[in-house]
């Protein structure tokens, strides 16, 4: 520890991580307390037989020279076919992607391709969208469902022509700036979701293509928080419970509150820290250890790829189950130059890819579907999006009944307003959308901004547009603005306000009052400007995730049974959600059949018109069981009896307690008997079975194998 008063905070920190009380005799320690950083000349009272050993420890670290490089990419390299550099490889993808993608009209986006490219290639990140392609590539053409993008690399028509994304830039009007900025040189951040449960495949690929030694997982640090810390700190030092739990419960529940805030906020958690002794040292504890990490884990998503081996460049260390991650966090990495990827697995693509299979749809169909179906839009403002990504939320739900959303503008505008924050401006944006003729524009340059969301500023690329297109700032600055009024930068704002009003001819910008709009106008405008920019939000991220909403929408209202089939399969170890989606499909007017060993998989299955209840969701059912079941009834036909199913599933891993909870469930109702027979029954089948199994082993003889059958 650093200082010497840290002694006894780091003996805390010590029990807290061996799980021991400080108050245990038998436990690791740093006894004496002189475990601190020692100054210079306290060394020399120390030590006063050894100043040589002092000098050279100078000596030592005046030697030492470790330079770490920032900023400066270190990106693996694509492999492209012979012929090709990297650059001319993503020129030729982009241009057949782009008409295949607009087909006729693909001549009128290849100025905006090419301006993206090349800022791409000015940047050096060449390499990193080949990469992305490739993987992505991979996953579609390995049948693992991928989403239509997300964040902002969404604005970006390269990333559209590569199928890196699906959704169209132009269509929507999002900003390829918002995303990869020339005047602010950051890594870009695609972010990709996958179906869940095939994620791993993707990422071993990755391992596959670019070598296991370069491509590691990220790690996380859980850090102790506010109301974590008081609990552990509690517990080490032996107090009360009850005592501890009512301390930490006296700090508000806020995303980022410390210790510090709490006690000057909060005067009920002020009024313990100062009247009560015990309470005193217990916060004062906490705050020293506040912050501190707890423990490692893997970051959820995160994967880096290196141009060499990873431990050239970062510090590694195992994870509790083995996997290799890094030392550095993710931050960190980035500072370094380092590729990182988000790898992200969404439950909901898991849904729509087991729908889409059971209603018979291929993989790609869900973006060729029709997104302006007003059948599909009355279902949402009726209220019935249960189910549906982003918007069955109880608030979120009220909020489309009020909305009647009609076309995608509206669901990408509903997803980014339901936030804390914007939420204040919802009732405007309604008024706007039922009564237009009430929408008002400062000026005539606002209209094409602000038509599509009712007069009101809701995305960052709003933000963008109006400094653009009213003070002709260039893109790349007005992204600059936006980050600006997001982080509430005064100084930054005074200067920029006087730059949108008046102008600057020296940085090239012409100004609001030069462009024909009076000052008052400009001022009022810049005001309202900074007022939504706190809460705007990216759009290109609200696209993404609307055209998924719309997409399980779109397979509740045209497929509702394959819908809810994959929509319960994908919560079968939640039974709380799986009971209120039975309720859903009773008001569907769809019934839920009990589990059946002749009739149902280990998800919820498709019977006609009807869902059948998955056999996975009977309790301590093994998944080995159920698929050695399905293999069972394929090859050799439905099961007659419960003996005849004992029969031909005994060696595939059934026992006793599998057989009775598929009888208690009803999954044998169907073979002629009651529950209460085979309950009385099934035993007894067993032993016999297993008793005749024993004597005529295959390949050996019994005693009677050797007498004529009329003597046996």
Known sequence: YTFKEDAEAHDILLCIQTKKLVTDEDRMRYDGGQYYLKSEEEMRKLFPYAQQAIDNTQKVADRCHVEIEFGNYKLPQF???????????????????????????????????????????????????????????????????????????????????????????????????????????????????????????????????????????????????????????????????????????????????????????????????????????????????????????????????????????????????????????????????????????????????????????????????????????EMIGAGKTEGVFQLESAGMTQFMTELKPENMEDIIAGISLYRPGPMDYIPQYIEGKNNRDSVTYDCPQLEPILAPTYGCIVYQEQVMQIVRDLAGYTL????????????????????????????????????????????????????????????????????????????????????????????????????????EYIQVCRHMGIAVLPPNVNDGYAGFSVSGKDIRYGLSAIKSIGRSVIDGLVQEREENGKFKSLKDFIERMTGRELNRRAVENFIKGGAFDGLGGTRKQFMQVYGSIIDQIVNDRKTTMAGQMSLFDMVAPEEK
């Open 476 to 579: 790349g600055r007005s992204d600059l603005v936006r980050r600006a009024m997001s982080k509430k930068k005064a100084d930054v704002m005074a200067r920029e306000r006087q730059n949108f009003v008046y102008g600057n001819e020296e940085e090239g910008v012409p100004g609001c009052i030069s462009n024909g709009i009076s000052e008052q106008t400009a001022n009022k405008i810049f005001d309202e400007m900074t007022d939504f920019a706190k809460y705007a939000f990216n759009k290109s991220h609200a696209a993404a995730y609307a055209v998924v909403s719309y997409q399980t929408a779109y397979l509740k209202y045209y497929y509702p049974v394959e819908f809810m089939a994959a929509l319960m399969t994908s919560v079968i170890d939640n039974s709380t959600k799986v009971a």
């Open 79 to 377: 492999d492209v076919p012979d012929g090709y550099t990297a650059w001319e490889y993503l020129q030729k993808l982009c241009k057949e992607g782009l008409q295949k993608r607009y087909g006729t009209q693909a001549k009128q986006h290849e100025e905006r391709l090419e301006e993206e490219l090349a800022v791409i290639h000015k940047m050096g990140f060449v390499d990193y969208f080949l990469i992305v392609w490739d993987f992505i590539r991979y996953a579609r053409e390995n049948g693992i469902s991928v989403g239509p993008g997300r964040g902002s690399a969404a604005g970006s028509i390269v990333s559209y022509s590569l199928g890196i994304t699906n959704i169209d830039p132009i269509r929507y009007n999002l900003l390829f700036e918002r995303f990869l900025n020339p005047e602010r040189v950051t890594m870009p951040d695609i972010d990709i979701d996958f179906c869940y449960e095939n994620r791993p495949r993707v990422i071993d690929y990755v391992m596959e293509k670019y070598g296991k030694d370069h491509v590691v997982q990220i790690v996380t640090f859980g850090t102790m928080a506010a109301r974590g810390v008081i609990r552990d700190v509690g517990r080490v030092l032996d107090l009360p419970y009850n005592y501890v739990d009512s301390i930490a419960k006296a700090v508000p529940m806020e995303l980022g509150i410390t210790i510090e805030k709490a006690l000057q906020h909060n005067p009920e958690f002020k009024n313990i820290y100062q009247t009560d002794e015990q309470a005193r040292n217990l916060i004062d504890m906490s705050k020293r250890l506040e912050g501190l990490p707890r423990h490692t884990s893997m970051h959820a998503a995160g994967v880096l790829i290196s141009p060499k081996p990873v431990d050239e460049y970062v510090p590694l260390s195992k994870a509790a189950d083995g996997t290799i991650t890094t030392q550095y966090t993710m931050t960190t990495l980035e500072e370094l130059g380092l590729l990182k990827m988000d790898f992200l697995g969404l439950r909901t693509l898991t849904v729509i890819q087991n729908a889409a299979k059971m209603a018979g749809l291929k993989d790609d169909t869900l973006m060729d579907i029709d997104f302006d179906d007003q059948n599909v839009y």
